[in-house]
């Protein structure tokens, strides 16, 4: 007897919701049929170990996916618990019920009241899971309408366990369903899709990809790869087809191909994260590295962790050996995996990783995520936000870790993303900056390797007050600057900051353990000085007032002021600034304004200070030229003057032939 019968109302408007709005991606349809077909299988394992019933073994159970391109079918079927009739009528009927919802409360209370009844229950049910219930994925009772995306039509024949006879359900979607007496030998359910015909305009859907093997194992390696029983299809394979010793020593042999087909098993099943550490070797964590995250190297680190608590998951982390090469560009998707249950919800979930810990990869699973009707989305960020602090602190607790035992490989790490890091502690006006601070490294003028601020500090000689630091493009150039001369002489150590963001990052820092950064282009490098050495320097200047003030006019606003260098032993001039901004940090923010357009960047100029070197012979001449008022040669020494300092700084002299001029006149 069959009867037709009608979705109500507002159910047919649920329905049509479901199908073109809760979900983002038609093909996550496959996910939800699988998780059913799996939560079916958990129900039936889980009730006969609990009746003590000897029935099937865990490995008798499996789910077998099956596609016919003539008839535009796929099959999805599971020798799970099935469903009665009134079950179709209920679970598939009513929209937004959910039997598995309805079978894992009713567990649960079971376990409430009795509690032995799940405890003794076999001990491999859940992989040692604390709980031993069943990892039930089904909540919502939607996830089978996301069938309909793709199919025009459903038919599922189920035999429930303990029912003789055998039903069918159809639908044609809308319009609504039909339960009918069908045949069926087993237990379990067969869903049959038939695919919506392809759509040929240019961005229309072509269902038909759903019935290629690629597209199916391409979908199950996404989502489904840690179902907990064997996902089959029978695959085809080729084979050469055998042939006699005669036949292949024959002139002219080849050998032919015949296809065949094989049964396969679609997924992993166990998640390598559910393993015992003990378990799993180095080369399991890579390979499973390799595979999912498209690298082809190893990578630098793996971090593993297992967390149990008022939020439990499992996390597999991986620090990239080499930077990805799409890093720096748009493409490039940060974020780690997130699964729930073994089954993957999102691919990219940015809100798990600090941006500065962008490098990572990897995965987090937890059962304990409420996630939203598609399970596309979490629903509170609250649990999101929780499992975020606690990977950011691991990731960094690991860095540290490697800093302070396996230094190479720090120093591999930093090379490649040390810079994010840096970033990180600037963005944000430094709210991250503590965080950070310990992580960062630089080149130095004492050593060859790369140095923390903390074994900085530790080498200052106990007088020197400030942590110095020089900005430019390279170690040779800034080891080449005048400025270095007086570092080098009192042996104070000097970071090479040659990344753009290496001063911002200072900057923002402002100090370590109580010690100031200053950059040596600074006019007042903070050196402690005797009165008697202040007088002499005073004097110096008072009595080149005369000579300073000259250079000073013909610059023209060009400098803020010109003064005798206490600094420079062997260089003729350099330039300081007397503001705390450096010139290449208005390098930077000169060229960053041209770059977004923010004009206010290019508002921060440093004030310019020429140092000149009173003792070398040159300075002679330009106090000759003084007191002979000579105005056109004091204009060409103090231009060739400041244009050599530019030159030494690394930036753009203004007129360059003005200065080839200058230096043949004076020649
Ligand atoms: P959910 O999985 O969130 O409960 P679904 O819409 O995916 O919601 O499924 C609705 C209900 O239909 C399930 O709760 C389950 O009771 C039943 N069901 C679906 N597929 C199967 C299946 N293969 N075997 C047995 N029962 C199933
Ligand atoms: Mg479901």
């Known amino acids: 007897m069959s009867r037709k019968k009608q979705f109500k109302a507002e159910s047919k408007r649920l329905l049509d919701l ?34 003590g019933k000897s029935g099937l073994s865990r490995n008798d159970y499996s789910i077998r996916i099956e596609a016919d391109k003539d ?33 894992k409360q009713g567990i649960e209370q079971a376990v409430k009241t009795d509690k032995k009844s799940s405890a003794d229950l076999s001990s491999d049910f859940v992989n040692d899971d604390a709980s031993n219930l069943p990892d039930i994925i089904g909540q919502f009772g939607v996830g089978f309408y996301s069938a309909f995306m793709v199919s025009k039509r459903i038919e599922v024949i189920s035999l429930a366990e303990g029912e003789e006879k055998a039903y069918s359900w159809t639908s044609d979607g809308a319009s609504g369903y039909r339960i009918e007496e069908s045949d069926r030998e087993e237990v379990g359910t067969t869903i049959i899709l038939t695919l919506r015909d ?56 080849k050998p032919t191909y015949e296809t065949f087909y094989e049964d396969e098993i679609l997924n992993s099943m166990i998640p390598i994260w559910k393993k015992k550490k003990s378990e799993i070797s180095k080369d399991d964590y890579n390979e499973f590295y390799k595979s999912k995250f498209y690298d ?38 940060h974020g780690l995996q997130l699964y729930s249950s073994g089954v993957m919800i999102m691919d990219n979930c940015e809100d798990l990783l600090p941006q500065y810990f962008g490098f990572v990869k990897g995965l987090v699973d ?7 009707i598609s399970r596309e989305m979490l629903q509170q960020d609250r649990q999101l936000k929780a499992i975020a602090q606690r990977i950011e602190k691991k990731i960094s607790q690991s860095l540290n870790e490697m800093l302070t035992n396996d230094r190479d490989n720090y120093n591999k790490f930093f090379k490649a993303f040390g810079i994010q890091l840096k970033f990180g502690v600037y963005d944000y006006f430094g709210m991250n900056k503590d965080k950070l601070k310990d992580l960062i ?21 106990s007088e020197q007050k400030y942590i110095y630091y020089a900005t430019g493009e390279s170690v040779a150039k800034l080891e080449a600057m005048p400025h270095m001369d007086i570092f080098k002489d009192k042996g104070y150590e000097v970071f090479f900051c040659t990344d753009e963001v290496d001063e911002f990052a200072l900057k923002i820092l402002g100090e370590y353990d109580g010690k100031e950064f200053k ?14 050495e202040k007088e002499k ?113 690394g930036l753009p002299i203004e007129d360059s032939v003005e200065f080839s001029k200058r230096i043949c006149r004076l020649m």
Do not use: W
Not at 73 to 99: F, P, Q, R, V, W
Not at 576 to 585: D, V
């Open 198 to 253: 392809d759509n040929d305009e240019p961005d229309g859907e072509n269902y038909s990809k759903y019935l290629e093997e690629m597209t199916i194992k391409r979908l199950i390696a996404k989502y489904s790869d840690y179902i907990r029983y064997p996902i089959v299809m029978s695959v085809e394979k080729s084979r050469e087809k055998p042939a006699t010793e005669e036949e292949k020593n024959a002139d002219g042999y």
């Open 296 to 333: 082809m190297s190893d990578p630098l680190k793996v971090i593993h962790t297992k967390v149990e608590g008022v939020i439990s998951y499992d996390a597999l982390l991986f620090i990239p050996s080499e930077v990805p090469f799409n890093y720096y560009t748009k493409d490039y998707k």
């Open 366 to 372: 937890s059962q304990d995520l409420s996630l939203n």
């Open 519 to 532: 950059n040596i282009g600074d006019n007042d490098l903070g050196f402690d000085i005797s009165d008697e």
């Open 18 to 51: 479901m199908i073109n709005s809760i979900y983002t991606n038609k093909e996550i349809f496959l996910r939800e049929i699988i998780s059913n077909a799996s939560d079916a299988i958990d129900k039936r394992y889980y009730k006969s170990a609990s009746a």
């Open 71 to 103: 008839n535009r079918t796929l099959t999805i079927s599971d020798n799970g618990i099935g469903m009665s009739e009134k079950e179709l009528d209920e679970n598939l009927g009513i929209i937004a019920n959910s039997g598995s919802l309805d079978f």
């Open 537 to 649: 320097s005073d004097k110096k200047n008072e009595d080149a007032k005369k000579v300073l003030d000259a250079v000073k006019d013909a610059l023209d606003e060009k400098v803020t002021s010109v003064i005798l260098s206490n600094r420079l032993k062997e260089h003729p001039v350099c330039l300081s600034t007397s503001n705390g901004i450096s010139l290449e940090m208005t390098k930077i923010l000169k060229a960053q304004a041209e770059v977004t357009g923010n004009s206010g960047m290019a508002d921060f100029n440093a004030d310019v200070v020429l140092e000149i070197n009173g003792n070398l012979p040159f300075y002679g001449n330009l106090e000759k030229a003084v007191s002979d008022g000579d105005e056109e040669r004091i204009k060409d020494y103090a231009m060739l003057l400041y244009d050599q300092a530019l030159l030494i700084e």
């Open 441 to 461: 490294m630089f080149q130095s003028s004492s050593t060859n390797e790369l140095s923390t601020i903390k074994e900085y500090i530790s080498r200052m000689p």
